[in-house]
């Protein structure tokens, strides 16, 4: 397991690499505050090739639920003080509903603590059509349920709640749509610039598909495609010249040199999301590997 002055160092010079501001000063008591995630779970680090949110990195970590509840721990120590706002009411709500899982924490090298995840136990999934019911859930989500049903997607397994850009994100499994004029259509229906090809194949390798609601849009604003890379040459560093900077500056822990990128489109135009697992418990490389296929190269 890593300690916390290890995961402090790779995210600093992960920032270093790519052009990012990074405060110790300010990073470190959040890093602190959830040491036991950062050091025991799944941790992570992340960033985008979207242009306003150039040279912006962020660490996370995804660990059991039975850990401290990290939203009791940001409103302890002053990391957020939205508890009587739609984004801290609809956390306390997930929990009530039961079946999570797992919990995270994502944190900005240069912006601070920023979004806390909320991961269904696989037996405790939700329908989206109940979840939508949640009284602090953005009303995007209930008035788009035909959307979703068209798509047939109505099992979700996840939602995190981002308290930087008052958004939340919710996450379905992607099984049995992995065929890239269904994405096509996911995407047209959604009134967002349809990819060439290329791009299509790749979102037919994504493990998931999620999406973004806001408490001030009736619509979707985002749907986004994350697939595993389970080692550095299946990253499609092509995409874009950041990705590949970002691959080859990586930092891991141990021998696991596992990565996530997702393709991302929304009414501003598509970009790309690119992460480390700079460690992972035994546990998660094992399930990942039997359930997770080597594309062709």
């Not at 996370?60 to 409103?75: M, N, T």
């Not at 021998?255 to 546990?283: C, T, W």
């Amino acid at each position: 397991m890593p300690d916390l002055e290890s995961v402090y160092s790779a995210t600093a010079d992960t920032a270093r690499i790519l052009g990012a501001r990074c405060d110790r000063d300010a990073l470190w008591p959040i890093l602190r505050a959830y040491e036991a995630g950062f050091t025991g779970g799944a941790v992570a680090l992340r960033t985008t090739t979207r242009a306003r949110r150039g040279g912006e990195l962020s660490v996370r970590y995804i660990g059991p639920a039975g850990d401290p509840d990290p939203y009791r721990v940001a409103l302890d120590q002053g990391f957020t003080v939205e508890a009587d706002r739609p984004a801290g009411r609809l956390y306390r709500e997930i929990q009530d509903r039961g079946g999570v899982g797992f919990r995270g924490v994502d944190v900005g090298v240069a912006s601070g603590f920023e979004k806390i995840w909320s991961i269904y136990a696989e037996e405790g999934g939700k329908t989206l059509e109940a979840m939508s019911r949640t009284p602090a859930m953005p009303p995007s989500v209930g008035g788009n349920l035909d959307y979703f049903a068209r798509h047939g997607l109505t099992s979700i397994n996840g939602i995190a709640v981002d308290y930087r850009s008052h958004s939340v994100n919710v996450y379905f499994p992607f099984t049995g749509a992995r065929d890239a004029q269904k994405i096509s259509t996911m995407i047209e229906d959604l009134g967002f610039r349809v990819p060439g090809d290329d791009e299509l194949d790749l979102c037919c390798r994504a493990f998931s598909v999620y999406f973004t609601f806001t408490w001030n849009s009736p619509d979707i604003e985002r749907i986004c495609f994350p697939v595993r890379a389970p080692e550095p040459d299946l990253v499609p560093a092509h995409l874009d010249p950041l990705i590949g900077r970002f691959v080859r500056g990586a930092r891991f822990h141990d021998g696991d040199r596992a990565y996530v990128y997702a393709l991302a489109f929304s009414g501003h135009g598509p970009y790309y999301k690119i992460e480390n697992f700079y460690h992972r418990p035994a546990p998660m490389i094992e399930s990942d590997r039997l359930r997770t296929p080597l594309p062709p190269r």
